[in-house]
Every structure is written in structure tokens, then in C-alpha cells.
């Protein structure tokens, strides 16, 4: 970020931008959400071709201009950018480094289990969308046990005599639906206990007659 760049003034101008912070990745990185909100924005300027402009990274942020410097110099200390005379910072690997192969993790891990593939009638390009948006807020574990809770909860309905099919991937990874953030284990456990519920009481049953059986041969 050049002089000439943040010697502009800033203007009235409406904050019209919107950044989802991927928390696992930014305290993997050791940084504080306003590094981030910023990095992330220069980086999508690099990706585009786009050098950042004083004013462009207030709407897109909310950073005034002092903000910004305070920001940019936080980032060069701790090994992100380097500040030249040019408006486009230099970049280190350490921004890309924080951040999974999140296609290859969808394919081998929540697309599949034990390296069969599970969502037999979806859409993997559409998933794979939602599931992208979903990895920014949640870390892998958390989807990957929603998804093996979820199946777990089709394989008791099954037991229960109700073969449901699996919905679409992009259905369940949608969060319009919520159908990700749903209590699936619980609604397993419900049914398990409705299910072993009549061995139990077949088994007290089964314990009484040998009960009153003994007390008739006692007598």
C-alpha cells in the first residue's frame, strides 16, 4: 500500500462489505478478526488483479484509513505482506498455508465413508458449493460427525421397519433448510429406546416366570 494510496482522504461513503471469518483458520494463523477481515480482502485484490484503493477498502470492510495502516503494518509484522512502494502488497505463503484443501476433503471425507460414496442421488457440484460456504464457519469434524449422526439415524428408521431414502447432499449441506444443524444423534437415541424398550420388557417378563415358577417349588 503505496503513499499515494493511503494519503487519500475518505469520504462519506456506505460499508457495503461482507467478510465470513473462517475462526479455525484464523487462530491457526494467530490472527485477530480485523487481520483477517483485511488480509483476506487484499488477497481477493491479488486474486483479481486489483490493487486496493483507500476508499474501496472502506466500503468493503469498514476500515477507515488509519485503520487500514494500523492493519496493513499488523500484518507485515507478523509475516503476511510486505508494504512496498507499490499499491499491491507483496505476499508470503503464510495467508494460503492456513487453508485445507477443502475439494479433496469433500470428496474423500464427506462425500464418502470408508471410501464408499454415501450421497448416491445428489448433485456433487452443488454440494460441493454449500459445503465450501459451510467450511468457512465450521471446522471439518463438526460436518463430517453431522453427516455420520445423520446416517446412523437412517440405519435405526431402517431397524424400525421405515427404509428412508437418503436426501440430497445439497439438500442437507443447504443452511436455508437446517437440515446440518439438526439434532440427528438424539433423534437415534429416541428410537433405540423404543426399539429395545419391548426386549426389556420381554426380559422382565421372562424373569418374574422363573420367579414364581421357584416360588411354586418351594411350596
Not at 184 to 193: L, R
Given at each position: 500500500m503505496s503513499e499515494k494510496i493511503t494519503e487519500q482522504k475518505v469520504g462519506r461513503l456506505e460499508i457495503n462489505g461482507l467478510t465470513t471469518i473462517n475462526h479455525a483458520v484464523r487462530v491457526n494463523l494467530g490472527m485477530n478478526c480485523s487481520e483477517y477481515v483485511l488480509m483476506n480482502y487484499l488477497f481477493q485484490c491479488k486474486k483479481n488483479g486489483t490493487p486496493p484503493e483507500v476508499n474501496h477498502v472502506y466500503r468493503k470492510t469498514g476500515f477507515t484509513l488509519?485503520?487500514?495502516?494500523?492493519?496493513?503494518?499488523?500484518?507485515?509484522?507478523?509475516?503476511?505482506?510486505?508494504?512496498?512502494?507499490?499499491?499491491?502488497?507483496?505476499?508470503?505463503?503464510?495467508?494460503?498455508?492456513?487453508?485445507?484443501?477443502?475439494?479433496?476433503?469433500?470428496?474423500?471425507?464427506f462425500w464418502r465413508k470408508n471410501g464408499k460414496v454415501v450421497w448416491l442421488t445428489s448433485s456433487k457440484k452443488a454440494s460441493f458449493k454449500f459445503y465450501n460456504e459451510l467450511r468457512?464457519?465450521?471446522?471439518?469434524?463438526?460436518?463430517?460427525?453431522?453427516?455420520?449422526?445423520?446416517?446412523?439415524?437412517l440405519s435405526w428408521e431402517k431397524k424400525r421397519g421405515f427404509d428412508r431414502a437418503i436426501m440430497a447432499a445439497e439438500r442437507w449441506l443447504n443452511p436455508k433448510n437446517e437440515y446440518f444443524m439438526t439434532?440427528?444423534?438424539?433423534?437415534?437415541?429416541?428410537?433405540?429406546?423404543k426399539f429395545d424398550k419391548p426386549k426389556a420388557q420381554a426380559v422382565n417378563a421372562q424373569q418374574i416366570t422363573a420367579t414364581e415358577r421357584q416360588k411354586e417349588y418351594d411350596k
Open positions: 488509519e485503520e487500514q495502516k494500523i492493519v496493513a503494518r499488523s500484518l507485515e509484522r507478523k509475516g503476511f505482506i510486505a508494504i512496498t512502494s507499490d499499491p499491491m502488497p507483496l505476499f508470503t505463503s503464510k495467508w494460503e498455508s492456513g487453508f485445507p484443501d477443502v475439494e479433496k476433503e469433500f470428496d474423500q471425507e468457512k464457519v465450521h471446522p471439518k469434524e463438526v460436518i463430517i460427525e453431522a453427516r455420520d449422526n445423520y446416517l446412523e439415524y439434532d440427528w444423534k438424539a433423534m437415534s437415541e429416541q428410537i433405540k429406546s
